[in-house]
């Protein structure tokens, strides 16, 4: 009776040790899906406005240039997409500010084809985009406490650019985007989602043909 009553306490305790243990890695795992998870957040939108294509679009009857936001919204051509990466064909890229279901505010990205300035004509209109959710929407982040654009000025010779606009309605591209963010509820065990700022490499003037379209 003895010998068994100590197998049985010895069993029992294993048993309590690896559920234990198998709870923690399970916290573990999600912890670290959810670091993941920010850093490729994080990548994407680097990689997606880093790519960004000085392109025009077919809106109002004439040619002007794909690239508009303000403070909840922004759209531009990309060369790099989630689906296929720096390897597919360009996206028209849309970014939008929503509400969460889950309380605070959601980024909510929307990308599709572009094939010329024919493929912006649907989108033509205010700068400030409608919330269209479809089956392809990608939720970026969510439960963020706040959430906006701002755009740099470039200045021609300047490292370190010219003033922050909420707005966007230039015929060039800007130097830089900001995307200010933070988490509703901060959780110090967790990856914060933070302000990322992602500069753009292309200087060229959008407006002007490139010299083969000159011909």
């Given at each position: 009776?003895?010998?068994?009553?100590?197998v049985?306490?010895?069993?029992?305790?294993?048993?309590?040790?690896?559920?234990?243990?198998?709870?923690?890695?399970?916290?573990?795992?999600?912890?670290?899906?959810?670091?993941?998870?920010?850093?490729?957040?994080?990548?994407?939108?680097?990689r997606?406005?880093?790519?960004?294509?000085?392109?025009l679009?077919?809106?109002?009857?004439?040619?002007?240039?794909?690239?508009?936001?303000?403070?909840?919204?922004?759209?531009?051509?990309?060369?790099?997409?989630?689906?296929?990466?720096?390897?597919?064909?360009?996206?028209?890229?849309?970014?939008?500010?929503?509400?969460?279901?889950?309380?605070?505010?959601?980024?909510?990205?929307?990308?599709?084809?572009?094939?010329?300035?024919?493929?912006?004509?649907?989108?033509?209109?205010?700068?400030?985009?409608?919330i269209?959710?479809?089956?392809?929407?990608?939720?970026?982040?969510?439960n963020?406490?706040?959430?906006?654009?701002v755009y740099?000025?470039?200045v021609?010779?300047?490292?370190?650019?010219?003033?922050?606009?909420?707005?966007?309605?230039?015929?060039?591209?800007?130097?830089?985007?900001?995307?200010?963010?933070?988490?509703?509820n901060?959780?110090?065990?967790?990856?914060?989602?933070?302000?990322?700022?992602?500069?753009?490499?292309?200087?060229?003037?959008v407006?002007?043909?490139?010299?083969?379209?000159?011909?």
């Amino acid at each position: 009776m003895i010998a068994i009553t100590l197998v049985a306490a010895i069993s029992s305790g294993l048993l309590l040790a690896m559920r234990t243990s198998l709870l923690t890695y399970e916290k573990i795992n999600q912890r670290l899906d959810e670091n993941r998870r920010a850093m490729g957040m994080q990548q994407a939108l680097a990689r997606q406005i880093g790519g960004v294509m000085p392109v025009l679009g077919g809106c109002g009857g004439g040619l002007v240039p794909l690239f508009n936001g303000d403070a909840r919204s922004l759209r531009f051509a990309s060369s790099y997409s989630l689906a296929e990466g720096a390897r597919g064909y360009p996206r028209i890229v849309e970014y939008q500010v929503a509400p969460d279901p889950h309380g605070g505010v959601r980024l909510l990205m929307n990308e599709r084809i572009y094939f010329g300035p024919a493929s912006s004509v649907p989108l033509c209109g205010s700068t400030f985009l409608p919330i269209v959710i479809t089956p392809q929407t990608v939720e970026m982040a969510g439960n963020l406490a706040f959430c906006h654009f701002v755009y740099q000025m470039p200045v021609p010779d300047s490292v370190l650019g010219g003033a922050w606009l909420p707005l966007w309605t230039q015929p060039n591209l800007p130097r830089a985007v900001r995307i200010e963010m933070a988490p509703l509820n901060p959780n110090p065990s967790r990856l914060p989602v933070m302000t990322l700022n992602v500069p753009v490499h292309v200087n060229r003037e959008v407006n002007v043909p490139y010299y083969d379209q000159q011909q």
